[in-house]
């Protein structure tokens, strides 16, 4: 369409009113009503479409909601079942720590009381041996003085007596003395 100088359009203004007689031949019409079809249909088929899709993806969003929450609920449940057994576990290890403590100061104590008696049965056969060894010593030297006293005192009755009699007499007093001392 071209544009004309504005003198020209006021004289054809008549001419423009039998143009715009005929509704039916004015393009904007046809474009009006070619928009209002559009808005139409879009309206009356594309519209519910385009809503049951929507609604198609929010019951699809609700349902992931609700799963998550669902997932979120266990894993809560499993973390509370988690913490509650971390919990009797730790309990347990220090009872477990606790009963080793006991266990070992009894070990402790039992090992002291096991040395303590050793030691005394130790010193007490050391004591003993000490004893018998003191008791042979003594019975070693009174054996040795009993047979030097006696040879001493045969010699010197022997040298005072000639005596076959008095050497049977002598003899008998010796073996003796002998049986007394040991």
């Given at each position: 369409?071209?544009k004309e100088?504005?003198?020209?359009?006021?004289?054809?203004a008549?001419?423009?009113?039998?143009h715009?007689?005929?509704?039916?031949?004015?393009?904007?019409?046809?474009i009006?009503l070619?928009?209002?079809?559009?808005?139409?249909?879009?309206?009356?088929y594309?519209?519910?479409?385009i809503?049951?899709?929507?609604?198609?993806?929010a019951?699809?969003?609700?349902?992931?909601?609700?799963?998550a929450?669902?997932?979120?609920?266990?894993?809560?449940e499993?973390?509370a079942?988690?913490?509650?057994?971390?919990?009797?576990?730790?309990?347990q290890?220090e009872?477990?720590?606790?009963?080793?403590k006991?266990?070992a100061?009894?070990?402790?104590?039992?090992?002291?009381a096991?040395?303590k008696?050793?030691l005394e049965?130790?010193?007490?056969?050391a004591?003993?041996?000490?004893?018998?060894?003191?008791?042979?010593?003594?019975a070693?030297?009174?054996t040795?003085?009993v047979?030097s006293?006696t040879?001493?005192?045969?010699?010197?009755?022997?040298?005072?007596?000639?005596?076959?009699?008095?050497?049977?007499?002598i003899?008998?007093?010796?073996?003796a003395i002998?049986?007394?001392i040991?």
């Amino acid at each position: 369409m071209k544009k004309e100088p504005l003198s020209t359009a006021i004289d054809s203004a008549p001419a423009a009113a039998d143009h715009s007689a005929s509704w039916l031949q004015n393009e904007y019409t046809w474009i009006g009503l070619a928009f209002a079809i559009t808005v139409f249909l879009f309206i009356r088929y594309l519209v519910p479409t385009i809503n049951k899709a929507l609604d198609a993806r929010a019951e699809k969003i609700r349902d992931q909601l609700e799963q998550a929450n669902r997932l979120r609920a266990e894993a809560q449940e499993l973390l509370a079942t988690y913490k509650a057994e971390q919990e009797s576990m730790l309990k347990q290890a220090e009872e477990i720590v606790a009963t080793a403590k006991r266990d070992a100061a009894a070990m402790r104590s039992q090992a002291a009381a096991e040395l303590k008696s050793a030691l005394e049965r130790r010193t007490s056969q050391a004591h003993e041996k000490i004893a018998r060894a003191e008791a042979e010593a003594v019975a070693s030297i009174r054996t040795r003085i009993v047979e030097s006293a006696t040879e001493s005192a045969r010699m010197m009755l022997a040298e005072q007596s000639s005596g076959a009699a008095e050497d049977h007499a002598i003899a008998r007093a010796i073996s003796a003395i002998e049986a007394q001392i040991h």
